[in-house]
């Protein structure tokens, strides 16, 4: 499976927009880009996915490079709520069916 | 709708005893997924099971075994239990399975923490 590298952690202020990286440059082309984040004491929880676009929802937005070799996590405005830890994950389009890869992920911390 | 249902939330175990953690999914989900989760190893996939069938499985020793019911309700069993398996163990349910899942959302439960002594 390609893999996806992100930082270890990153800080952020409250209101104020977040951009998380990740970079997968052994993408292949029919890969998903997949994020998931997991707050304290929960599991994982889906946040958005995407292909080849950028694409939007109510908790982010997806920036994907033209290359598809990395994506950016967009969180408009990070609240407090936000603080978990980020996974940017690579679903293959075969039969693997729902086996997610986790790596470390990026710790993302809030300040008020 | 109610979300993936994991139960118990706690467990305590003595090594070389075994254990069963039951594991209910969103209503209409046909696929369950089980993860460990450790501060050394981070989330691991143990196993999926699609319609009752294991599709997909870790690298993961033969001590660790599920199933899934009719009613798409899955229960994982770990024998014979050492103390490098105390973890969260993570269930998470979708409703698609094989090569459409590329594009599916997992739902997870909130976990079940087993810690073995």
């Known amino acids: 499976d390609a893999k996806t590298t992100q930082p270890n952690s990153m800080e952020s202020n409250e209101e104020e927009p977040v951009h998380l990286p990740c970079n997968h440059s052994?993408?292949?082309?029919?890969?998903?880009i997949h994020w998931y984040r997991q707050l304290p004491s929960q599991g994982p929880e889906y946040v958005i996915h995407g292909l080849t676009s950028n694409v939007n929802n109510r908790m982010a937005s997806l920036a994907i490079a033209e290359d598809r070799k990395s994506s950016t996590l967009i969180l408009h405005r990070a609240t407090l709520r936000d603080a978990a830890v980020y996974y940017c994950?690579?679903?293959?389009?075969?039969?693997?069916?729902?086996?997610?890869?986790f790596g470390g992920g990026t710790r993302l911390m809030v300040k008020p | 709708k109610a979300g993936v249902t994991q139960t118990p939330r706690y467990l305590i175990k003595t090594r070389g005893q075994q254990v069963t953690l039951s594991c209910s999914p969103i209503?209409?989900?046909?696929?369950v997924s089980w993860y460990q989760q450790t501060p050394g190893q981070g989330l691991q996939f143990l196993f999926e099971y699609f319609s009752e069938t294991q599709r997909n499985k870790g690298n993961f020793p033969g001590r660790f075994s599920g199933r899934q019911f009719s009613n798409s309700r899955s229960e994982m069993n770990v024998s014979t239990l050492e103390l490098g398996d105390s973890a969260l163990y993570l269930c998470?349910?979708?409703?698609?399975?094989?090569?459409?899942?590329?594009?599916?959302?997992?739902?997870f439960g909130a976990g079940t923490r087993l810690s073995v002594l």
């Open positions: 209503s209409g989900h046909r696929s």
């Open positions: 998470a349910s979708s409703r698609l399975g094989g090569r459409e899942a590329v594009r599916n959302i997992q739902y």
């Open positions: 052994t993408i292949s082309g029919t890969d998903y």
């Open positions: 994950i690579l679903r293959a389009n075969n039969n693997a069916g729902n086996m997610l890869t």
